[in-house]
């Protein structure tokens, strides 16, 4: 996982919206498990990708990935740190009107998150 993380956040970048896709896919499924979700919240890069996508991409799905990956690694501290660092809170506000209900669901819940845990 921390080999393939690098990698993720350069694929998340791309133009190519199937291959954004692909790379929201596997990121949402690393920060599924503890030790790859700290590979994830340790690096910058994918977690500002992982911002930026919420903003650039139309897919519902992606935003979904992206989003579920955002709101799993709100469950650690460092990760609540790394989302705020990449101005992940307006990302997320932006969120809450998103037509998928799943989308403004991991939204709130992260958001949520993000304020139990202020420092």
Same mark, same amino acid.
């Given at each position: ?11 998340? !970048?791309? #133009? ?6 692909? &790379? #929201?896919?596997? $990121?949402?499924? /690393? ?5 790859? !979700?700290? &590979? +994830?919240?340790?690096?910058?890069? =994918? +977690?500002?990708?992982l911002v930026g996508v919420t903003a650039t991409s139309n897919d519902g799905e992606t935003i979904?990935? +992206?989003?579920? %990956?955002? *709101?799993?690694? #709100?469950? *650690?501290?460092?990760? /609540?740190?790394?989302? @705020?660092?990449?101005?992940? =809170?307006? %990302? ?9 209900? &799943?989308? $403004? @669901?991991? &939204? =709130?819940?992260? /958001? *949520? ?7």
């Amino acid at each position: 996982a921390l080999r393939a993380v690098p990698e993720l956040a350069r694929l998340l !970048c791309n #133009s190519d919206a199937q291959t954004i896709h692909q &790379a #929201s896919i596997m $990121v949402n499924q /690393l920060t599924k498990k503890e030790a790859s !979700c700290y &590979a +994830v919240m340790n690096n910058t890069n =994918i +977690v500002a990708a992982l911002v930026g996508v919420t903003a650039t991409s139309n897919d519902g799905e992606t935003i979904r990935n +992206v989003v579920g %990956a955002l *709101h799993n690694m #709100s469950h *650690h501290r460092q990760g /609540l740190m790394a989302i @705020f660092k990449c101005s992940g =809170i307006p %990302a997320l506000v932006k969120l809450l009107g998103h037509r998928i209900e &799943a989308v $403004v @669901f991991y &939204a =709130i819940t992260t /958001l *949520h998150n993000l304020l139990l845990h202020q420092e």
